[in-house]
């Protein structure tokens, strides 16, 4: 994997992480609490200069039920999925 790869995957998670924060209507000051780090830590995640630790995406599935495939990803299951992946598990 190539950097120009990394920073464009690190910057579409940050636009995710900010679009979940303004639709939850959260200040930054407050979403870094959700995710259990400084301001600063979360100011850089944001701007796309760090990237989001496994430990703050667990925090951010269990205060706000966002999951993990959706940030670092983009992906959303839908229930109906889920049931069709186990359904033709063999």
Known sequence: MN????LGERMQSACRLRQIR?????TQEQFSEILGIS???YKKVESGENQVSIASLSNLYK???VST????????KDVEETWQTILNCT
């Open 3 to 6: 950097k120009r790869n990394t």
């Open 69 to 76: 495939d959706y940030i670092l990803f983009g992906k959303k």
């Open 39 to 41: 301001v600063s830590a």
């Open 22 to 26: 303004e639709n939850a209507d959260l």
């Open 63 to 65: 205060k706000m039920n």
